[in-house]
């Protein structure tokens, strides 16, 4: 209410700056000759309708997001009822959150928010992200939901893209592109579903975690969702902001847990990569550790095109001389 009752104040002064612009300059503008007065009419009715305008937009900006954030209030308020009534961690927001997923590593102005955590048993997160900019010059506003599952041992770097999710044009949904080299075919139809990605070399270990029940299980719960393991951790993407105050949502975000997370752990507790020596020392060889990144369509066409445009100009220098 007091934000309202300033930007009333600062509407109404802007207002009364552009009334009293116009009280000063009008009877100047009367009196002025034929030839001028219309102009300066022109002029001055269009300096106070531009004040006016200037106020309306003022006070319409600083109301919206003084809704905004009453609503965003009362949202963090039901998740924190909702957090402690099931003996969950919530947290409004985190600014660059310290997680190793590929969305969370992109882009500026990177915030976490609406998290929600387990406090006992098994770790896992769910909540929203978001980032501006992608670091090939497009700089609007992006929006993901994710949930993120400890896991007991630490895998190489594999991803799984949903290509319900790919775009046309641009290809992968996620704002990290992956060689092509490190593609791996799965077996049956779940290559209609998802696309894999793991470090060369690794493809035997991708296989060993994502068997055919696993790969069914993610097809029959998650085929709309991007897969990323990473270190110790399996993260799952929604291209669109959880509604987490919709009891649906954690219905579907649980199921999943309890099926493909369970399989998942269960397939990776005994993991061991064979290119190191010791079990105990829970760890992946450098190789295997990140998948290695390509540039994103988008930047490789637009290369392209400067490029063609620098031969085209070369070409058309020679001709000219």
């Not at 387990?118 to 993901?144: D, K, P, T």
């Not at 199921?255 to 020392?281: P, Q």
Request: proline residues 4%; aromatic residues 12%; contains cysteine.
């Amino acid at each position: 209410m007091i934000v309202v009752l300033v930007a009333l104040g600062a509407g109404s002064i802007v207002l009364a700056l552009a009334l009293m612009l116009f009280i000063a300059l009008a009877p100047a503008a009367v009196a002025a000759p034929p030839a001028a007065r219309w102009v300066l009419l022109f002029l001055v009715g269009g300096m106070t309708l531009a004040g006016a305008v200037v106020a309306t937009r003022l006070l319409f900006d600083i109301v919206r997001r003084d809704v905004n954030f009453s609503n965003r209030w009362r949202a963090w308020y039901r998740l924190a009822f909702f957090a402690q009534a099931n003996g969950w961690g919530f947290v409004p927001e985190r600014t660059n959150p310290p997680l190793a997923g590929a969305i969370f590593n992109v882009g500026d102005s990177r915030l976490a928010y609406d998290c929600l955590s387990a406090r006992s048993g098994r770790y896992f997160e769910i909540g929203n992200h978001q980032y501006s900019g992608n670091g090939v010059g497009q700089r609007a506003l992006r929006h993901w939901g994710y949930f993120a599952i400890r896991l007991d041992r630490r895998l190489p770097h594999m991803v799984l893209e949903a290509k319900a999710n790919r775009h046309r044009f641009a290809g992968s949904n996620l704002p990290a592109s992956f060689r092509s080299k490190q593609l791996l075919a799965l077996e049956g139809d779940f290559n209609i579903s998802f696309t894999l990605f793991a470090p060369r070399g690794y493809e035997r270990d991708a296989l060993y975690l994502f068997t055919p029940d696993l790969m069914a299980l993610l097809v029959d719960e998650a085929s709309s969702y991007d897969v990323e393991v990473i270190d110790d951790w399996m993260y799952v993407y929604s291209p669109k902001p959880f509604d987490l105050l919709a009891r649906s949502t954690y219905g579907r975000v649980l199921r999943i847990v309890d099926t493909v997370g369970a399989k998942t752990l269960s397939r990776s507790v005994r993991y061991r990569d064979e290119r190191t020596e010791n079990f105990d020392a829970n760890t992946v060889a450098p190789g295997g550790r990140r998948l290695r990144r390509s540039l994103p369509i988008g930047a490789t066409i637009g290369l392209g095109v400067i490029l063609v445009l620098v031969m085209l100009s070369g070409l058309a220098s020679r001709a000219w001389w």
